[in-house]
């Protein structure tokens, strides 16, 4: 049962753009949304996360946008760099008492010169 | 200084042997994972365990045995290999709590042949 729904599979941005990914969620008591930057052969690794009481966070170039009555939220990075490019994966937390984390399927960028 | 290491990181074997991933974190953490990534990079948790107690078990074939000597170690057995267990092992440790960032060790390279 996919809980979580990421969109772009894929993106290709130019350097200096903004990358926008998206991520759709279907249960309410999710409480925690967490954004994970995966380069290859590495793990996950956090780069933002967003608790739903707040609408938007920002920290340096990637912003998080929430709405909660769309059930939506998305990654922003701005002024998109080379180093940037990686696997993305959105993320809800399911939280009563495992803590257990609900990955998005993963968004490739690839940032262009 | 490693946070969370694995051994090995490429593991290949054939179809029907036994093996044994093995995961350590320095963190002080009192909460390990076991995620599988498949070759779509889908993202997915199979074990947690908190404090040497199994907390999360997701619908993994029991020829999965976690195994948690003590809360900084968290070991995967697989019995009677299939190919389709060919993946990315992830193991990862969190502290728990409200912002839940959870580390991720560098991957283990399962390919069954």
């Known amino acids: 049962q996919q809980q979580v729904k990421q969109s772009p599979q894929s993106l290709i941005v130019q350097k200096g753009g903004i990358s926008i990914i998206n991520c759709a969620y279907e249960n309410t008591a999710f409480d925690y949304f967490p954004w994970y930057q995966q380069f290859p052969g590495k793990g996950p690794a956090l780069l933002i996360a967003?608790?739903?009481?707040?609408s938007e966070k920002k920290e340096g170039r990637f912003t998080i946008s929430f709405n909660k009555s769309a059930k939506q939220f998305s990654l922003h990075i701005m002024d998109s760099q080379p180093g940037d490019s990686a696997t993305y994966f959105c993320a809800t937390r399911f939280y009563f008492g495992n803590e257990k984390l609900t990955f998005g399927t993963g968004t490739r960028l690839t940032i262009i010169p | 200084d490693t946070a969370v290491s694995q051994t090995p990181k490429y593991l290949v074997t054939q179809m029907g042997n036994d093996k044994s991933i093995k995961c350590e974190q320095n963190l002080g953490h009192d909460t390990m994972y076991w995620y599988k990534q498949d070759s779509k990079k889908f993202l997915k948790i199979m074990f947690s365990?908190?404090?040497?107690?199994?907390?999360i078990n997701e619908t993994v074939p029991n020829r999965f045995s976690p195994k948690s000597p003590d809360k900084a170690h968290l070991n995967l057995h697989i019995n009677s290999l299939e190919l389709g267990d060919s993946a990315v092992y992830f193991c990862a440790s969190s502290r728990g709590g409200a912002l839940n960032e959870q580390f991720f060790g560098p991957g283990t390279r399962l390919t069954v042949l």
């Open positions: 365990y908190n404090n040497k107690e199994l907390i």
């Open positions: 967003i608790r739903p009481d707040v």
